[in-house]
């Protein structure tokens, strides 16, 4: 009963903050810290507590419940909507599997270098699609190599289908610890967390990679707009110019540090010898019999590339910020992000599967069919990022975030570089304990009234939290791919913790480094 006193006791012990303090501004804080101690302690599923602020805000008076309602489908909502759905596409049509298995097949199989592999891979797809998704793709490449790099323990192999993934901290234990040798067991730790953290790394390189810079933009627009600007400066364009070197450092220092930790001479686990000739021929052979059965590319494969394509094109020409996008073609201000994704959707439940044509119960077999697409669509994170919008809205509508921003303005006598990188550290802890969406939404009104108040754009602050509350590494509670991981390779907490706390540290310093330049000379 340890979760049901504690969702007893958490409102009741923070009465005090009512009773003494009456006042709408308090009265957000109380439900927003219920609503942070029930995400760290998940009482109840996140997705649960996300959706407390249709109870809690108009009960208080704070916000209409129409109001609160109407933050958890918004544009940001509906361009990670179409990301899943466009995701499941590739996953569909195997696309995934096409592009791991040419990856591998060019970097061969040397251990170093599959890693190296693998981390490219996840990392360029979760540029494109949810962090998630890549993570899920990514998997079952990896076991086929794991399981061809050690042969001897065919039982050992793990299938994904077999597999159910939750967040919870209770989660129920789908495999038991396989008893294999230490070496095949460090291998497997290794490149599991090389697949989860690259994930997490290579969504930063665009706006649409990862739900945390959704989160950000979306806070962004509304500042700037909010003050008569047309638009913000932040776009699908400007976001490379930050998101990109970011990503890229980040992907080396990953690496790196994952050949010291995992192969250096020092690490007690043994994968650091080579693999003997004959195991990198299986692995090869594996790789190019899979290839050979997944033969030429089909035609279903070509549509998806082609709209996978047409959309990061559309995103990235819809309002460049170096010549006119194409939005002017349109009423001035009506096409937004969303818009892009949901076309490419909707020709995905048009274009038919196969050439020529099949049929199925009389019916044309489209790529996607909506039976299949509504049965695996993590519908949580929709309800999970707009609580935090909701909760986030109404901390600016009550001053609670400005309150929050004016007290934690001490931080400015620090040398700025400095202070940065100790903003980011604090937030980076943070995304270990809770959800990195929640966490994202929950400061994002604070630090940009904290920023405004110390003198500097909103975007000073703004963009370097955004990006470190993807920085989580070091649990599986603060992410789904680092959950999925989890899971997948039956981690424990000290498997993640270990390599994840030092990563940890290193990934902050690119994150400072584009702070203290790009910011001052781009978006000042």
């Known amino acids: 009963f340890q979760k049901q006193w504690i969702a007893l006791l958490t409102p009741l012990f923070l009465l005090p903050i009512l009773l003494i303090w009456p006042s709408q501004m308090m009265s957000c804080g109380y439900v927003m810290l219920i609503m942070i101690i029930f995400w760290c302690t998940q009482v109840v599923p996140l997705t649960i507590t996300a959706l407390l602020p249709i109870v809690l805000l108009p009960l208080f008076g704070i916000t209409k419940t129409g109001e609160v309602a109407s933050q958890y489908i918004k544009n940001t909502n509906t361009v990670i909507l179409g990301g899943l759905i466009v995701a499941q596409a590739i996953e569909t049509t195997g696309l995934h599997k096409r592009i791991a298995v040419h990856v591998i097949l060019f970097v061969g199989p040397n251990i170093r270098w599959l890693m190296l592999g693998f981390q490219l891979t996840t990392a360029l797809i979760s540029m494109c699609i949810v962090n998630t998704a890549a993570v899920a793709m990514m998997l079952p490449i990896l076991t086929a190599v794991t399981s061809e790099l050690h042969p001897k323990e065919p039982e050992n192999k793990i299938e994904m289908k077999n597999m159910e993934i939750k967040v919870d901290n209770d989660t129920d234990k789908v495999f038991s610890k396989n008893k294999i040798s230490k070496e095949a067991r460090a291998t497997e730790i290794a490149l599991t967390l090389s697949v989860v953290n690259a994930a997490n790394i290579g969504g930063l390189s665009t706006l649409t990679g990862t739900s945390p810079n959704l989160i950000l933009k979306h806070f962004v627009d509304d500042w700037f707009i909010s003050r008569g600007f047309h638009e913000s400066p932040l776009n699908f364009t400007s976001w490379l110019l930050y998101g990109v070197p970011i990503s890229a450092m980040n992907i080396v220092i990953l690496w790196v540090w994952f050949q010291l930790f995992y192969m250096g001479p020092r690490m007690m686990l043994g994968i650091d010898k080579s693999n003997t000739e004959d195991q990198d021929n299986r692995i090869m052979k594996s790789m190019r019999n899979e290839k050979e059965k997944m033969g030429s590319i089909s035609f279903c494969e070509k549509i998806v590339i082609s709209l996978f394509t047409i959309l990061i094109v559309s995103w990235f020409l819809r309002s460049p910020g170096f010549m006119p996008g194409w939005e002017i073609f349109f009423r001035h201000g009506y096409v937004g992000t ?187």
Not at 386 to 406: D, M
Not at 436 to 454: D, F, K
Not at 487 to 516: C, N, W
């Open 338 to 524: 969303a818009t892009p994704p949901i076309l490419i959707v909707f020709l995905l439940f048009i274009i038919p599967m196969h050439y020529p044509v099949r049929l199925r119960d009389g019916n044309i077999i489209t790529i996607l069919d909506w039976r299949s697409v509504q049965k695996n669509m993590p519908w949580g994170v929709v309800f999970l990022m707009g609580g935090g919008f909701a909760i986030g809205e109404a901390s600016v509508k009550t001053g609670l975030s400005t309150y929050l921003g004016t007290k934690l303005i001490i931080l400015g006598q620090l040398p700025e570089t400095l202070m940065i990188y100790l903003i980011c550290f604090v937030i980076g802890m943070l995304t270990e304990f809770a959800s990195n969406v929640a966490v994202c939404t929950m400061l994002m009104p604070i630090v940009a009234a904290m920023a405004t108040e110390m003198g500097y754009s909103p975007l000073y602050l703004m963009l370097p939290v955004g990006v470190t509350s993807s920085l989580a590494f070091m649990l599986p509670v603060s992410n789904p791919p680092n959950a999925l991981g989890f899971e997948f390779a039956q981690l424990s907490i000290k498997d993640m913790v270990y390599s994840g706390s030092v990563l940890k540290v290193l990934t902050i310093i690119p994150v400072t480094l584009m702070t203290q330049t790009v910011t001052y000379r781009y978006f000042d």
